[in-house]
């Protein structure tokens, strides 16, 4: 308890983090079979293995994807990520085919991708169920955001996704 009788905040410490898992941190992540990615930044590159492009997410090296086939960005003004396609041969998300210049699809947790042969989720952290009043900490005020940043232990992102993928 601190001076005010509330609760002192819980922090994790190296030791607390069970051998094998490590501590996670992103806006979003992208799970597929195969891979998962954590969103760690505004705008998120998707394309195809190749020695003269370097995307953030590598989907395969299959020719039907393109080097730089698709972008997932965060609209600050919408408050929402988005994609936004580039390669010739679309995305299919939510069973909707997405060609390139297509204006930007906004997003949902557990949205279902299909880019060429490979599916994979877009999910996002779970909203917190009551929101707590900000804790003063010397003369700043603390308020924690559920989308801006998720701190989670790999394990329970597994147990979250492999309901979801079926893995």
Known sequence: MDGDGEPEGEELEPQDI?????LRVGFAKLQGK?????????NVSLGRKSK??????VLGDNMNLSRHHASIIYNFDKKRFELVVHGKN?????????????EPFGLHSQ????????????????KPAKAKRPR????????WSAWLIL??????WQ??????VGT
């Open 151 to 156: 701190f989670e232990c790999s394990y329970s």
């Open 136 to 143: 003063e900490l010397g003369s700043y005020w603390v308020e």
């Open 34 to 42: 195969d891979f998962e990615y954590f969103v760690q930044k505004y």
């Open 52 to 57: 003269s492009s370097n995307v953030d997410v």
């Open 18 to 22: 069970p051998e094998g898992d490590e």
């Open 159 to 164: 147990i979250f996704t492999s309901l979801l």
């Open 111 to 126: 949205d279902l991708f299909r880019v060429g042969d490979v599916s994979f989720y877009f999910l996002l952290p779970p």
């Open 90 to 102: 679309g995305v299919t998300v939510r069973e909707q085919f997405l060609a390139p210049g297509h």
